[in-house]
């Protein structure tokens, strides 16, 4: 990583782009760049030569998610799509119409949801389906195991596909949003509808509250070494600690990057404790956790960050806006 002293601005490195709509998502798919389009296309290739694939048409995708194996996309026709770096795309399910409000993938295993019912399938293709209590809004698997957690009203539930009986739920009440498992699996984390986080200490389900927000978190973060998670919702991204085995009880959070615009997206880099942070107003910036140096990467202008998302050697970042604006930022060595 780029001393920040050393470095007033990354600006002229990125390199800017239009995408011609709302930036759902990105990801790097095969050390290719990708970006999911809420007009139901996919773009992949440099911001110079890129092509564009149809992975919904005539529908809109709500929902994307990367492995950086491939990219998986949910629409609102029904359809759970596939798309790799050559731009091959494969069919994973099709809800017929119904919207796909969630999704999750690890390794050969995917997860969907459209309403009340949740769907996965494992790396053999047997799809099996667990009804939630109300719409589940957010998905995510378990670091170890074939577990998966679904939220919905009032908490979040634990479910093993391949196990016959009742999974676990973890009960608070409010409406629950995305779900993010710490990279060891011992906490679970979800945002809510109620401006805050909740979160469990799976060993014996305590609750974890994390409140103070003045809007929805709807991205959340962990740090390459599972000991913080970056959160957007504020006027900094605000980074909760994880270190201990009570997590953020009796911690305060640290914030970086405070400036008076929202922010709407944030990214750890995959091997230094540095947060990419994208604001309502278009600004992207780094902040180093350690001292809180900032690094420009994208001046203000063209509507808020919707998308971020590094390579996984940390050389690259890709950025979306939800006007179409999109770039990639390349590090100098």
């Not at 011992?186 to 469990?200: C, D, I, K, P």
Request: aromatic fraction near 8%; hydrophobic fraction near 45%; charged fraction near 20%.
């Amino acid at each position: 990583m780029t001393d920040a002293r050393a470095t007033a601005s990354l600006t002229q490195h990125a390199r800017l782009f239009e995408a011609g709509a709302h930036v759902v998502a990105a990801a790097f798919v095969g050390g290719a760049p990708m970006f999911a389009l809420a007009d139901g296309a996919v773009l992949i290739g440099e911001p110079e030569d890129h092509r564009r694939v149809v992975a919904h048409p005539d529908a809109v995708i709500l929902t994307a998610i990367s492995d950086g194996k491939m990219l998986l996309t949910g629409g609102d026709d029904g359809r759970v799509v596939a798309i790799q770096a050559d731009g091959a795309s494969r069919e994973i399910a099709d809800e017929k119409g119904r919207w796909i409000d969630a999704l999750a993938m690890r390794g050969k295993a995917y997860a969907w949801s459209a309403g009340k019912q949740v769907r996965a399938r494992d790396e053999t293709g047997t799809v099996k389906t667990w009804s939630a209590p109300s719409t589940a809004r957010g998905l995510a698997f378990q670091p170890k195991g074939y577990r998966l957690a679904a939220t919905h009203y009032n908490g979040a539930t634990l479910w093993f596909p391949k196990v016959e009986g009742m999974p676990q739920t973890l009960e608070w009440k409010g409406a629950h949003l995305d779900a993010a498992f710490s990279p060891d699996g011992r906490f679970l984390v979800t945002s809510m509808q109620e401006n805050a986080l909740h979160g469990w200490r799976l060993a014996d389900s305590r609750n974890m509250r994390m409140t103070g927000y003045p809007a929805k978190t709807r991205s959340l973060s962990w740090s390459h070494d599972g000991q913080w998670l970056a959160t957007s919702g504020a006027d900094a991204a605000v980074v909760w600690p994880f270190k201990d085995k009570d997590g953020p009880m009796g911690k305060a959070p640290r914030e970086c990057g405070v400036r008076q615009a929202r922010v709407t997206r944030v990214a750890f880099h995959p091997k230094a404790l540095v947060v990419a942070i994208g604001y309502a107003d278009g600004v992207i910036l780094l902040c180093r956790l350690a001292d809180a140096a900032e690094i420009p990467v994208r001046d203000p202008g063209g509507g808020p960050v919707s998308a971020l998302s590094w390579d996984a050697t940390g050389a690259r970042l890709l950025f979306g806006l939800e006007t179409g604006a999109a770039g990639v930022l390349n590090l100098p060595a």
